[in-house]
């Protein structure tokens, strides 16, 4: 497993855009046998800046992401949204078992 944290800041006014492209994107993501997780959170003091929580099953699913057209399509669409360029930090899973991250059926 492979966490990835992306932290992104946006433009105050391109907020309800960037969920609305964002949660696309991760609709269509947690479709992909290489994801186990992919969540969109906001933060509660500054409703500019959002956590992306991409959990992938394997280092490979990361690439194979980028090249779905679901990502290509968010990628393009929130580029001129950010307020400053997005980062990201990797992790390692510890903690649940790897089975635990999945969603349960239906979501």
């Known amino acids: 497993m492979l966490i990835v944290h992306v932290f992104v800041h946006v433009k105050p006014d391109c907020v309800e855009a960037f969920k609305e492209a964002s949660l696309n994107n991760a609709h269509h993501s947690i479709q992909e046998a290489?994801?186990?997780?992919?969540?969109?959170?906001?933060?509660?003091?500054?409703?500019?800046?959002?956590?992306l929580v991409e959990v992938y099953r394997t280092v490979e699913a990361t690439a194979?992401?980028?090249?779905?057209?679901?990502?290509?399509?968010?990628?393009?669409?929130?580029?001129?949204?950010?307020?400053?360029?997005?980062?990201?930090?990797?992790?390692?899973?510890?903690?649940?078992?790897?089975?635990?991250?999945?969603y349960p059926p239906g979501v």
Request: aromatic share 12%; charged share 30%.
């Open 34 to 51: 290489g994801i186990a997780r992919f969540d969109v959170i906001q933060q509660a003091d500054d409703p500019t800046r959002f956590v």
């Open 64 to 102: 194979q992401h980028k090249e779905t057209a679901h990502y290509a399509r968010w990628r393009d669409t929130v580029a001129e949204m950010m307020a400053e360029p997005r980062g990201s930090a990797k992790y390692a899973n510890l903690f649940p078992a790897d089975p635990g991250w999945d």
